[in-house]
């Protein structure tokens, strides 16, 4: 679970972003802007990331302030799971990734499963929408919320992307290093549950 003061710092940076959207009084937006400036103050001083960073990362978004969305494909092949080995930690993942805006959930999983793993897919089922605070993560400045999204293989092979240097599947007693920023343990095996069980409810936090 996250650090309390980190669901504060979240919450006082969506209050500020919010209010700096909407304000119109001057005196209004300048109270606001000082409490961006205390969440950046309260970033850096816990991380020490320079304060440039901090506001290029978490306080730079304008609008009203909404939590992310990091959609992951499932893909399940002769029992085993497809994970994607991630060149920026060198660890494993469910492929997957931000939503970017105009596509769909189920076409970002398609999407990313192709640039990441090489296979083409067809998404059949959601299995779950969990909120990344809930889970075993690393803490994480953004308010994010995870999308499982069941897909079967159509076409393709395995094949590596910009972002990826593995492409493997792997049983449920045989798993490799995991991306924590990305999936914990605990959601993989979750998702094998859903292998065994193709009636299990589609988890929702």
């Known amino acids: 679970m996250e650090p309390k003061w980190l669901e504060w710092v979240k919450q006082i940076q969506s209050i500020a972003q919010i209010g700096l959207t909407y304000a119109k009084d001057p005196y209004d937006v300048e109270r606001y802007e000082a409490l961006r400036q205390l969440s950046i103050e309260m970033v850096?001083?816990?991380?020490?990331?320079?304060?440039?960073?901090?506001?290029l990362v978490f306080a730079n978004e304008k609008g009203y302030a909404t939590p992310k969305v990091d959609i992951r494909g499932v893909v399940?092949?002769?029992?085993?799971?497809?994970?994607?080995?991630?060149?920026?930690?060198?660890?494993?993942?469910?492929?997957?990734?931000w939503a970017d805006i105009g596509y769909s959930p189920s076409e970002?999983?398609?999407?990313?499963?192709?640039?990441?793993?090489?296979f083409d897919v067809k998404p059949v089922r959601l299995l779950a929408v969990m909120d990344k605070k809930n889970h075993d993560h690393p803490p994480e400045l953004y308010h994010v919320y995870k999308f499982f999204i069941e897909c079967v293989?159509?076409?393709?092979?395995?094949?590596?992307?910009?972002?990826?240097?593995?492409?493997?599947?792997?049983?449920?007693?045989h798993l490799p290093e995991l991306s924590l920023e990305r999936n914990t343990v605990k959601q993989i095996q979750t998702m094998f549950e859903f292998l065994h069980d193709t009636g299990k409810s589609v988890i929702l936090d």
């Open 108 to 118: 970002i999983a398609v999407k990313e499963i192709k640039e990441e793993s090489g």
């Open 76 to 97: 399940f092949h002769q029992g085993k799971l497809l994970l994607v080995r991630e060149k920026g930690d060198g660890a494993w993942a469910l492929p997957g990734g």
């Open 44 to 55: 850096s001083t816990y991380t020490f990331m320079e304060k440039e960073q901090v506001e």
């Open 153 to 173: 293989i159509i076409g393709g092979e395995a094949k590596t992307g910009l972002e990826t240097s593995g492409v493997d599947f792997f049983d449920e007693h």
